[in-house]
């Protein structure tokens, strides 16, 4: 059963950062892409990052200066960096891959990890 499993929500104040983990319970090598989503109340699930396994990094535009995907190949862990948060980023963040070879085919999510920001 392949998991991928999200750490590091919580509240923070406006300006502030977080950094978001995703463990995963396989080898990176066996996703050709990962990525976090994020979904506000009310609001639909939209893509945050995502990077292939040729390391291809992808950010929703508005993002891109705030946020950093990276991976600890060794951890099998990928990472969100956000910083100078606002409230319109409180959500709830999920972590995504899709897998390649043998797990052709299969998409997995997390379940989840809720970052409020508020004074």
């Known amino acids: 059963q392949v998991q991928l499993v999200e750490s590091g929500g919580g509240l923070v104040q406006p300006g502030g950062s977080l950094r978001l983990s995703c463990a995963a319970s396989?080898?990176?090598?066996?996703?050709?892409?990962m990525a976090w989503y994020r979904q506000a109340q009310g609001k639909q699930r939209e893509l945050v990052a995502s990077?292939?396994?040729?390391?291809?990094?992808n950010y929703k535009e508005p993002l891109k200066s705030r946020f950093t995907i990276s991976r600890d190949i060794a951890k099998n862990t990928m990472y969100l960096q956000a910083d100078s948060l606002t409230p319109e980023d409180t959500a709830v963040y999920y972590c995504y891959a899709a897998g390649t070879g043998r797990y052709w085919g299969r998409e997995y999510w997390g379940q989840g990890t809720q970052v409020i920001v508020s004074s």
């Open positions: 990077v292939t396994n040729d390391e291809i990094i």
């Open positions: 396989i080898s990176h090598s066996n996703f050709y892409i």
